[in-house]
C-alpha cells in the first residue's frame, strides 16, 4: 500500500495518532537538560517561555546538527531536485517569496509557504490542519504527499532516495552520531524515521527574538517615534491587530512547556478575503478549515501567521494574493476585500462567515504607514543570516 493511501486510508485521529507513534512528537515538559551527554538548550530570549520537547526525540546537537544538513539536502527528494530549503529559504525567515510554492516536479501548491521561525511555539503546523500538532507528523506531508507533490518521495523510490544517503560516507557517520543506539542493529541505521526526527530537531531550534521590538522590550533601544506611533495603534483597540497578533510570537496559537493540556486554543478565521458566490465561498482547494471538516462555518478559516520577520515573509495569506504590507493594512481597514470581476469577483467584506474581529477600521494613511513602520520592527536581521542555520555546504 503506498504512503499516501496508508494516511489517508487512517483518517485525521487514526493517521496523527499512528504518526506520533511512529516518529514521535508527543510533547512533554522540557527540564533542564544543559550540558548533559550533548542534549541542546535552546538559545532563549528571556521573555519567551520554555518550549516543549518532543516525547520521543531527545534534543541533542548531534541530531540537530544532521538535521541541519538534510534541511539542505536536495538528494532527499525523489528526483534529487528539492530540498526542504527550496521552499524555506533562511533570508526571507524560511519562506520563499513566491505566492505559491513549487514543488520538485513543477507542481505548484495552493498555498504559501509558512515561516519556520519559532516553529517548536506553533500549537497546529500548517495553515489549516488542525490535526498536524507535531513537527515529527507534520514532516511526512512534503515528504510523501502527491496532491500536490512537494518533496516527490513515494513507494517507487524511497528506498532510493535512502540509498544515496547510505552511500554517502558522511551521513552515515553523522546518523551514527545522532542515533549510536541503532547502529549495529539488525535495521538500516539510515531509515525515514531518523530522517524525519533530525530535521524536526533542527526546526526546534529555529528560534527568533532578537528583533528591534525584542530589544525595545529589554529596554535597550526606543523605537522612532513612527515605530511608537504604530506600536500604540498595533496593541490598541482601534486597530486591534492584537486580538490575532498578540504573544510574544506575535500569532495566536501558541503552545510551550507551560502549556495545560485541554487549554490550548487553536482558533482559525476567515478575514473576509473572498465571498465567490456571495454566500461565503473560497476558491478551491483553498477553503481553509471547511477542507478537514466540512462544517459550513469553517468556509475561509485559516490560522493566523506569526508576524515576526513578516517585512520579508510576502506576499501575504494563504495564497499570497496580497502582494505588500502596506496592501495588508488596505485590507484589513476595509474589513476585508472586494474583487470586482474575474473568477473570484466578489465582496469578502460581506462574507457571512468572516470573523467579527474583522471589521472597518477607520484609519488614514499616515496610521497605515506608522503601523507597517511598527511591523518593520520586528525583523530579526541576526535570524535571517545566522550561520547555525545556514547551509552547512554553502562556499564549499
Known amino acids: 500500500m503506498s504512503?499516501?493511501?496508508?494516511?489517508?486510508?487512517?483518517?485525521?485521529?487514526?493517521?496523527?495518532?499512528?504518526?506520533?507513534?511512529?516518529?514521535?512528537?508527543?510533547?512533554?515538559?522540557?527540564?533542564?537538560?544543559?550540558?548533559?551527554?550533548?542534549?541542546?538548550?535552546?538559545?532563549?530570549?528571556?521573555?519567551?517561555?520554555?518550549?516543549q520537547a518532543a516525547a520521543d526525540n531527545r534534543l541533542t546537537a548531534a541530531k540537530v546538527e544532521l538535521g541541519r544538513f538534510l534541511f539542505y539536502e536536495r538528494r532527499l527528494s525523489g528526483n534529487g531536485q528539492q530540498s526542504c530549503s527550496s521552499c524555506h529559504q533562511q533570508d526571507k525567515a524560511f519562506t520563499d517569496g513566491l505566492a505559491s510554492s513549487v514543488g520538485s516536479t513543477g507542481m505548484t501548491h495552493p498555498r504559501n509557504a509558512q515561516s519556520l521561525g519559532n516553529v517548536v511555539y506553533n500549537a497546529t503546523l500548517t495553515w489549516a490542519g488542525p490535526a498536524l500538532v507535531a513537527l515529527e507528523s507534520q514532516m511526512l506531508v512534503p515528504i510523501f504527499g502527491t496532491d500536490p507533490v512537494e518533496m516527490g518521495v513515494n513507494d517507487g523510490n524511497s528506498e532510493e532516495v535512502l540509498g544515496r544517503l547510505r552511500a554517502d560516507s558522511g551521513y552515515v557517520a553523522r546518523f551514527s552520531q545522532a542515533f549510536p543506539e541503532a547502529v549495529g542493529g539488525s535495521e538500516p541505521l539510515i531509515n525515514w524515521q531518523r530522517v524525519v526526527q533530525s530535521i524536526a530537531s533542527f526546526q526546534r531550534t529555529l528560534i527568533t527574538g532578537r528583533s528591534k521590538f525584542d530589544e525595545y522590550r529589554a529596554g535597550r533601544v526606543q523605537l522612532t517615534a513612527q515605530?511608537?506611533?504604530?506600536?500604540?495603534?498595533?496593541?490598541?483597540?482601534?486597530?486591534?491587530?492584537?486580538?490575532?497578533?498578540?504573544?510574544?510570537?506575535?500569532?495566536?496559537?501558541?503552545?510551550?512547556?507551560?502549556?495545560?493540556?485541554?487549554?490550548?486554543?487553536?482558533?482559525?478565521?476567515?478575514?473576509?478575503?473572498?465571498?465567490?458566490?456571495?454566500?461565503?465561498?473560497?476558491?478551491?482547494?483553498?477553503?481553509?478549515?471547511?477542507?478537514?471538516?466540512?462544517?459550513?462555518?469553517?468556509?475561509?478559516?485559516?490560522?493566523?501567521?506569526?508576524?515576526?520577520?513578516?517585512?520579508?515573509?510576502?506576499?501575504?495569506?494563504?495564497?499570497?494574493?496580497?502582494?505588500?504590507?502596506?496592501?495588508?493594512?488596505?485590507?484589513?481597514?476595509?474589513?476585508?476585500?472586494?474583487?470586482?470581476?474575474?473568477?473570484?469577483?466578489?465582496?469578502?467584506?460581506?462574507?457571512?462567515?468572516?470573523?467579527?474581529?474583522?471589521?472597518?477600521?477607520?484609519?488614514?494613511?499616515?496610521?497605515?504607514?506608522?503601523?507597517?513602520?511598527?511591523?518593520?520592527?520586528?525583523?530579526?536581521?541576526?535570524?535571517?543570516?545566522?550561520?547555525?542555520?545556514?547551509?552547512?555546504?554553502?562556499?564549499?
Open 3 to 51: 504512503w499516501h493511501r496508508f494516511l489517508r486510508g487512517l483518517g485525521a485521529g487514526a493517521c496523527l495518532a499512528w504518526l506520533l507513534t511512529a516518529c514521535g512528537g508527543g510533547g512533554t515538559t522540557v527540564t533542564d537538560t544543559s550540558g548533559a551527554d550533548g542534549d541542546v538548550t535552546l538559545d532563549l530570549p528571556g521573555h519567551f517561555p520554555q518550549p
Open 227 to 396: 515605530e511608537e506611533r504604530g506600536r500604540v495603534l498595533f496593541f490598541g483597540e482601534k486597530a486591534e491587530c492584537f486580538h490575532c497578533h498578540g504573544s510574544f510570537n506575535f500569532n495566536d496559537q501558541v503552545v510551550h512547556a507551560g502549556s495545560r493540556p485541554g487549554f490550548i486554543e487553536t482558533p482559525f478565521h476567515n478575514t473576509g478575503l473572498y465571498n465567490i458566490d456571495g454566500r461565503g465561498a473560497f476558491p478551491e482547494p483553498n477553503r481553509g478549515l471547511f477542507e478537514t471538516t466540512f462544517a459550513p462555518g469553517d468556509m475561509g478559516r485559516f490560522r493566523a501567521p506569526s508576524l515576526r520577520n513578516v517585512e520579508v515573509t510576502g506576499p501575504y495569506m494563504h495564497d499570497g494574493s496580497i502582494r505588500t504590507l502596506e496592501d495588508v493594512l488596505d485590507f484589513y481597514a476595509a474589513g476585508g476585500r472586494l474583487i470586482a470581476s474575474g473568477p473570484y469577483a466578489g465582496d469578502g467584506r460581506l462574507n457571512p462567515f468572516k470573523s467579527e474581529l474583522v471589521s472597518r477600521i477607520n484609519l488614514n494613511s499616515q496610521e497605515k504607514a506608522d503601523i507597517v513602520a511598527f511591523l518593520r520592527t520586528l525583523t530579526d536581521h541576526a535570524f535571517l543570516t545566522d550561520p547555525r542555520f545556514s547551509d552547512p555546504a554553502a562556499g564549499r
